[in-house]
C-alpha cells in the first residue's frame, strides 16, 4: 500500500436502536486502534445521527450495498471507495467477507453480533475482534439538552409483549414512583408499542395527574425533550440504552433478557438493571421494587 494513501476502514454493523448505541464503544475502540484512519460504518439509517462525529455512514439498506449482501460473489458497481480493512459484526458474515475480498480488501474479521455465555455484548465484540475492552461510560451525552429537571421518563414497552412488564404492574410502579418523588412524568411509546393500547390500565397510565404521552416522535426529538429526566424506568429496549447513554440515572427491567449481556454500558452506579426472568410479575413485586427505586433517586436526586 502506497505510504500517501490514508487508511479505509469499513465496519458493517447494522441493527435495532440498542445494538446500534451498544456499537457505539466498538467504533470508539477501532477509531483508537486505527489512529489517523478513514473509519465508514454500514448501519441502519434511521440510526445514522447516533454515529460520533468524524465517521462516515451509510445505509445498509442503499442501493450501492446491495452487490454487499449478494448471495453470489460480487463486487461494487459504483463510485463507492475500497477499504483496506473491514470489521464485521453480523451473524452470518460469510458472504459478505467473501464480496469484501473479491472487491480488494484483504483484511477481513468478523464476530457474531450476538453474545454467548455469561459475557457483556461490548465485551464479547471487542474480545472477538482483538481489541481492549473500553470503560463503561455514557456516550450520548451530546444529544442532550443539559441541566437535569424532576421529570420520570417511562417507556412501558419493548416491541411486543415477550420483554415486557405486564401493563398493570408498570401502572403500580409509575404511581409508586410520581408519588413518592413528587416529579412529573413522561410516558414514550412507539409503533411497534400499539399492543400496549389494548391494556385496560393503558388510559389510567397516560391520564394519570402530571403525565404527558409523546407518541412516536423521532429518536432525535426523544433526546431534546426528555434527555435531562432526572429518572428513566422502562423494560429492556433501545429506548432504555437511548436513556441511559444520554446521561440518565436509569432502571431497565429484564423480564425475558439476560442483563449480564444486554445491560447498557454505561457506569454501574448509573444504571440499575432488575433481573425479574425468575420472578412473579405482579404488582406487589413491583411495588418493592419501586420503594427500592425510590431509595435509589434520593441518592442520585
Known amino acids: ?61 442503499h442501493r450501492d450495498w446491495l452487490w454487499l449482501f449478494s448471495s453470489e460473489t460480487s463486487k461494487p458497481n459504483s463510485d463507492l471507495p475500497r477499504y483496506h480493512k473491514a470489521y464485521l459484526v453480523l451473524m452470518q458474515p460469510d458472504g459478505v467477507a467473501k464480496n469484501l475480498r473479491s472487491a480488494g480488501t484483504q483484511a477481513v ?106 407518541e412516536n416522535r423521532p429518536f432525535e426529538d426523544l433526546c431534546e425533550s426528555l434527555g435531562a429526566a432526572r429518572l428513566f424506568v422502562g423494560n429492556d429496549s433501545g429506548i432504555g440504552h437511548l436513556a441511559a447513554n444520554l446521561g440518565i440515572p436509569s432502571a431497565v427491567l429484564f423480564v425475558s433478557t439476560d442483563p449480564v449481556q444486554w445491560a447498557p454500558w454505561v457506569p454501574e452506579e448509573q444504571v440499575r438493571a432488575i433481573d425479574l426472568r425468575e420472578r412473579e410479575l405482579s404488582p406487589s413485586v413491583l411495588q418493592r421494587e419501586a420503594e427500592e427505586l425510590l431509595l435509589w433517586a434520593e441518592e442520585i436526586r
Request: proline share 9%.
Open 1 to 61: 500500500m502506497n505510504q500517501n494513501t490514508k487508511t479505509r476502514i469499513l465496519v458493517v454493523r447494522p441493527g435495532a436502536l440498542g445494538d446500534t448505541i451498544l456499537g457505539i464503544p466498538l467504533l470508539n475502540s477501532i477509531g483508537e486502534r486505527n489512529s489517523g484512519a478513514s473509519l465508514t460504518v454500514l448501519g441502519t439509517d434511521r440510526y445514522r445521527f447516533l454515529v460520533p462525529r468524524g465517521i462516515v455512514f451509510y445505509s445498509s439498506d
Open 109 to 214: 474479521v468478523h464476530v457474531p453480533s450476538r453474545p454467548s455465555g455469561n459475557i457483556h455484548v461490548v465485551e464479547h465484540l471487542h474480545q472477538g475482534l482483538g481489541l481492549p475492552i473500553p470503560p463503561r461510560k455514557a456516550v450520548l451525552t451530546h444529544l442532550g439538552p443539559g441541566e437535569s429537571r424532576p421529570l420520570i421518563w417511562l417507556h412501558p414497552g419493548s416491541g411486543g409483549p415477550r420483554k415486557c412488564v405486564p401493563l398493570d404492574s408498570m401502572l403500580e410502579l409509575a404511581q409508586r414512583l410520581r408519588g413518592g418523588l413528587g416529579w412529573d412524568m413522561a410516558v414514550t411509546a412507539g409503533e411497534e408499542d400499539e399492543f400496549l393500547k389494548d391494556h385496560p390500565d393503558w388510559a389510567r397510565l397516560i391520564h394519570a395527574p402530571r403525565t404527558q404521552l409523546l
